[in-house]
């Protein structure tokens, strides 16, 4: 590079070449601020992909344990894991004990406490209708105390089975602090609450909902989730919500999706002081991993590249499906899918 008209090229010295690049940086992204998703789902008979989402499956009980395992020697650590069952009926209350609880149990029986096991508390894989909370008898509005007193329930099974952190995903109004009380009682004082406190009615949640089996269905005139989720035409909503979860006992606050709300992201974080969390949705993944294969982008840099976005926003962690592409080698520059 020619650098001799050095008044004018003051601004791009510090690119021209990598190590100096590396040196000048202010904002990373280490593996270490990973988090994993993972769907569990029951009578499975052996693990299926998800469309769009490179490299994630629903699991079975058995190999959910493999896929950890792995994920353990590529060096990814924390995981949100989502319960899925064979035939979604709030009425089988028992459903969680004997089945997300077990799978939470194994996982602390097979790797003790060598992982960060978050688990997201919701209902709309459970509820036949696949809102995230009970409806009333007419089915024309979700009802808020009730699926509250049910999220706190579900909260302290998981809990009990082992989770480190409980991660409620539903939006209804003073889960949070239901839960924070259910778990106090049950004498479960150390287990953290990651509130969705800033969660947005999203287009990007599509290939998710075929995971966890949890879009909107049958006979209700709610046809999506914008009565409960944020509004994207509402940042005060964000601060509003957030604010209050921090109140109520929340650790962790997220912002979701990511980068479409980045902003919300920045200025939540610089508002409130906590560990920001935010998810990289099912959709924005898949946008950049369908690129990839259309061989139109280098999907694993674009992940990083996103990646170091949210980063440079304000979050502290991210949840993401790529954690397990190789997170370290995609943000060492190498490529994720081996050639
Ligand atoms: C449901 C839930 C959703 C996600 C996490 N928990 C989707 C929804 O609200 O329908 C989205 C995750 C993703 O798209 O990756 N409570």
């Not at 190999?63 to 792995?70: A, F, G």
């Not at 089988?92 to 602390?108: M, S």
């Not at 007419?138 to 082992?162: D, K, W």
């Not at 259309?294 to 993401?320: F, K, P, Q």
């Amino acid at each position: 590079m020619d650098l001799s008209s050095s008044a004018a090229m003051s601004l791009r010295r510090l690119r021209q070449n990598r190590f100096v690049r590396e040196l000048s940086r202010e904002f990373r992204v280490h593996p270490e601020q990973l988090i994993q998703p993972l769907f569990v789902v029951e009578g499975l008979s052996k693990p299926k992909p998800v469309p769009a989402l490179t490299g994630v499956h629903q699991e079975t009980r058995e190999s959910l344990l493999r896929q950890i395992e792995s994920d353990l020697e590529a060096g990814v650590s924390k995981f949100l894991l989502f319960g899925v069952p064979l035939k979604p009926d709030l009425h089988q209350v028992q459903w969680t004990g004997e089945f997300l609880a077990g799978a939470i149990h194994d996982i602390r029986k097979t790797f003790g406490r060598d992982l960060f096991l978050a688990v997201d508390v919701c209902l709309c894989s459970l509820t036949d209708h696949g809102h995230c909370g009970i409806l009333n008898e007419t089915h024309t509005s979700v009802e808020n105390a009730a699926s509250v007193a049910e999220l706190a329930r579900l909260a302290v099974v998981y809990a009990h089975a082992g989770a480190d952190c409980v991660a409620p995903s539903d939006m209804m109004d003073g889960r949070v602090a239901a839960i924070r009380a259910a778990l106090d009682q049950a004498g479960d004082c150390e287990t953290l609450i990651m509130s969705y406190s800033a969660k947005f009615h999203s287009k990007f949640y599509g290939p998710f909902r075929l995971a966890a089996n949890s879009a909107p269905r049958g006979h209700t005139p709610l046809r999506d989730r914008a009565t409960y989720q944020l509004d994207a035409g509402r940042w005060s909503d964000a601060l509003l919500s957030s604010e209050r979860d921090v109140r109520e006992g929340a650790d962790i606050l997220m912002v979701k999706p990511g980068l479409p709300y980045l902003d919300v992201l920045y200025r939540l974080s610089q508002a409130i002081p906590r560990p920001w969390a935010v998810y990289q949705v099912s959709g924005e993944y898949a946008a950049i991993e369908l690129l990839g294969r259309e061989g139109l982008i280098d999907a694993g840099a674009a992940h990083a590249e996103a990646w170091l976005a949210m980063v440079r926003a304000g979050a502290s962690m991210i949840i993401t499906y790529g954690a397990r592409l190789g997170a370290h080698r995609v943000l060492s520059h190498e490529p994720v899918h081996p050639a």
